[in-house]
């Protein structure tokens, strides 16, 4: 049986059934969630991503893939293709029931391409295959309050966010689109990156700043995850 039609029979099937039948006739059948290419990453996601990822650091100017797959343990599969077949860095990998992500970067554009042309290769897929991106909530909280600012300081990996300044959280699913809405926020406004979390059912992205910029950053993040194509999130 062709590997196309081992995956669309796992995904007819869904994959509430279980790993038991993530291997049929020895092809491992995974369910693209995430799949976009960062050509530049920017200073504050950098500085951000140094802070979380448990592997290999990226450095600014770098370009970076990031993939989140059904079921999670293959992200592991997914990881072997990408070093073995290319050059590039593994950043991060997590590894959750449910779903894996996996962050890869190189200066080497040519070389992030190659992998995730690998991927795709090894589980017969094409970029299209992925979940077009949903913003599931987008919200902005002017003149924030000193407690409030107090309170999402404590919680936060990138920069701080001081009083008076207005709060933008933004909710996407797939998770891993969270990584490339912050890039491209911080590409078109001077915003400060709070958190980013790109794993699990829901990516989540905090920025501070003033209302001007943060209203430019909205835009852009809205104009980024728009423009990426793909197959439509169910429910």
């Excluded at 919200?139 to 966010?161: F, K, P, Y």
């Excluded at 891993?176 to 001077?190: L, S, T």
């Amino acid at each position: 049986m062709r590997r196309s039609c081992l995956r669309r029979l796992w995904l007819a099937l869904g994959p509430g059934i279980g790993t038991d039948i993530d291997k049929l006739n020895g092809a491992i059948v995974i369910d693209l969630r995430t799949f976009t290419y960062i050509d530049v990453l920017q200073p504050q996601l950098t500085g951000f991503l140094q802070t979380v990822v448990p592997g290999f650091n990226p450095l600014e100017g770098q370009a970076a893939l990031f993939v989140e797959i059904a079921p999670g343990l293959a992200i592991n599969t997914v990881t072997d293709v990408a070093l073995k077949k290319t050059s590039v860095l593994p950043g991060l990998q997590i590894v959750e029931r449910s779903f894996g992500v996996l962050e890869i970067h190189s200066f080497d554009q040519g070389q992030v391409r190659a992998a995730g042309e690998a991927i795709l290769g090894e589980f017969g897929l094409t970029e299209t295959d992925r979940y077009k991106p949903a913003i599931r909530t987008s919200e902005q909280i002017t003149g924030l309050d000193g407690h409030q600012a107090m309170l999402i300081n404590r919680m936060r990996h990138g920069d701080m966010i001081t009083e008076g300044q207005t709060l933008y959280v933004m909710e996407c699913e797939p998770a891993g689109y969270a990584c490339i809405a912050a890039n491209e926020a911080e590409k078109a406004a001077n915003v400060n990156l709070l958190e980013v979390r790109t794993f699990g059912k829901y990516g989540r992205l905090y920025l501070g700043g003033y209302e001007a910029d943060i209203h430019e950053a909205e835009k852009a993040i809205r104009s980024c995850l728009e423009s990426i194509d793909g197959k439509p999130l169910q429910g």
